[in-house]
């Protein structure tokens, strides 16, 4: 299959592709997949408005039918599933069967929203004064600025605008500049449902294609209420403080730095297998990637053998041939990122395994590499930055505690884990003690969530939460309600105040 064939099965005509100012190369080989329109600060001003307008019907819709969109749109992506999977792997170089998980959990979010479309509930409380009811009410907020990352460039959009739709929010999405062609084939996937639908306003989801500063426009903006923002910690800190300055809504999804203990007791064949698929999935260029690996020194020897082992068996190459694990990176900046943090982590007394570029006569334009494996005499300086790149730190410990500490010793807070048949130890692990991210798992490696649960991470991650549990609660505001239906007018506290 050509990349243009790709493209087409999503509906992406060559017609569509061929001029535009943002090229877009697909990692696999370097090469372009198409041409797309940058929008002009001025016509990002219009979608806003439009967005705005969109918001000012929707709102009004019953939160179960609105529900009910969300339904069919899941079912839409049902049919297309394949198609955009492929062109996921193919635009951001994740293998395929991550690329169908990608679509897929797409598909589960609409599934949860629905449910959340008759579930939106608040509290009543009892109120101190006679004659009077107390309760909780969550009201739509206006326009939901999404800003993505390239490494999940569907599913991202999806945990966001599924909640923000349910809750009555119309939504615009800033893509990943490296990503956009995603977009736009979701954004037709939408545009089908939202066409058979009459109470789904024009504006009610737009794509807005360009860069950081396109992102800048919806961030700056009074009437974008809130701002989910997914990327690099240097993103986050650019964008949030401009979002509190307005005083707006911000959910941000950072950068992580994630890691599990192996401890004596630990299943090892489990554990290998976890680190494997956590640490060289998606080329180490997933939020969730697992970076850091803290084994007991009684455990290290043969674990570290065994996952040499298994790296060496790894097959490298094109994301869309089904024998193989390991993808290209997303770019020539990646891989130099890369060789860069393993020249440095020698520097801190590493010991480098792998993490030399691959394939590059087949692929001279695509950045293949081996995944590295790095055993380090402690947590140096390279081991707490994030790299995103399937680079993986080892480290050896002796006491549970000291394991724990090594794990929450770095600024980036998303998520955790830990291989243990010892409940002293995993409890630990799950206590005010433990682990300090958004995320703690116990025999199962950081990485691959599921859409149920509230997904984010604390420190240098940004403290957003999104997909399941109560994060729909982000895109709505609360609102406290008090109804005398009394003939009297009691103040709160007893205070008197006679006129
Ligand atoms: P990136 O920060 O380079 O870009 C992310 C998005 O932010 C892009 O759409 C980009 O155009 C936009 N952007 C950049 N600067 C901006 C600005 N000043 N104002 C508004 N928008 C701006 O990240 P990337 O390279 O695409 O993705 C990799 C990073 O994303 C990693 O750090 C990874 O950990 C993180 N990530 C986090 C999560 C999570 O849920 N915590 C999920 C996926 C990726």
New binding site residues.
């Given amino acids: 299959m050509t990349h243009n064939d790709v493209t087409l099965a999503v509906g992406l005509s060559p017609s569509e592709l061929d001029e535009g100012d943002l090229a877009v190369v697909s990692p696999i080989d370097g090469k372009l997949i198409g041409r797309v329109v940058m929008q002009t600060p001025q016509e990002a001003a219009e979608m806003i408005a439009k967005g705005v307008e969109a918001f000012g019907s929707w709102r009004d819709v019953p939160a179960p039918r609105r529900g009910e969109f969300v339904r069919l749109l899941g079912n839409e992506l049902r049919e297309q599933k394949e198609a955009l999977a492929r062109l996921v792997s193919t635009e951001c170089g994740k293998i395929f069967q991550e690329g169908l998980g990608e679509v897929q959990e797409m598909i589960d979010i609409c599934d949860f929203a629905v449910g959340l479309s008759r579930q939106l509930y608040g509290l009543t409380m009892p109120s101190e004064r006679p004659g009077h009811n107390m309760r909780e009410l969550w009201q739509p907020m206006g326009v939901c600025g999404v ?6 460039p569907v599913a ?1 959009w999806a945990w966001n605008a599924c909640l923000a739709m349910v809750t009555g929010n119309s939504v615009i999405w ?5 990503t956009p062609l995603t977009a736009l084939a979701v954004q037709k996937i939408f545009n089908k449902v939202a066409n058979n639908f009459p109470e789904a306003p024009l504006g009610l989801a737009q794509v807005l294609i360009g ?2 500063a396109a ?2 426009v919806l ?1 700056a903006s009074p009437d974008v209420a809130i701002i989910s ?7 986050g800190r ?2 949030g403080p401009v979002v509190a300055a307005r005083f707006g809504r911000i959910i941000l ?4 730095n994630n890691a599990m203990i192996v401890t004596p007791s630990a299943d090892l064949d489990m554990a290998l297998r976890a680190i494997v698929f956590s640490a060289v999935g998606t080329a180490g260029q997933r ?1 969730t990637s697992l970076r850091r690996v803290i084994v007991h020194e009684s455990v290290y020897d043969p674990l570290i053998d065994s996952l040499k082992k298994a790296y060496a068996s790894l097959k490298i190459g094109s994301p869309l041939d089904d024998s193989v694990l390991v993808g290209p990176l997303i770019g020539e900046s990646s891989f130099k990122r890369m060789e860069s943090a393993l020249i440095t982590a020698s520097g801190e007394g590493g010991t480098v395994c792998g993490g030399k570029r691959v394939l590059a006569e087949e692929y001279p334009d695509g950045y293949y590499v081996m995944p590295a494996i790095v055993e380090m005499p402690g947590q140096t300086d390279i081991v707490r930055l ?1 790299t ?1 790149a399937p680079i993986l730190y080892v480290m050896k410990y002796v006491t549970f505690e000291e394991a724990v500490a090594l794990q929450n010793d770095v600024s980036q807070g ?1 998520s955790s884990c830990v291989f243990s048949n010892n409940v002293r130890e995993t409890e630990y692990f799950l206590s005010q003690r433990g682990s300090d991210c958004g995320i703690a798992n116990v025999n199962i490696g950081p990485s691959g969530a599921e859409i149920g649960g509230a ?3 604390e420190k240098e ?2 403290g957003g939460r999104e997909s399941g549990s109560d994060a729909w609660k982000a895109y709505m505001r609360r609102q406290t309600v008090t109804v005398n239906y009394s003939e009297e007018l009691p103040l709160a506290q007893g205070i008197n105040f006679e006129v």
């Fill in positions: 800003i993505t990352a390239f490494n999940f991202v800033k893509p990943s500049e490296k860069d950081g992102g800048g961030v923002a997914t990327g690099s910690t240097d993103m650019a964008v999804e950072l950068g992580g939020c994030e995103f998303l997904f984010g991470g991650t940004g």
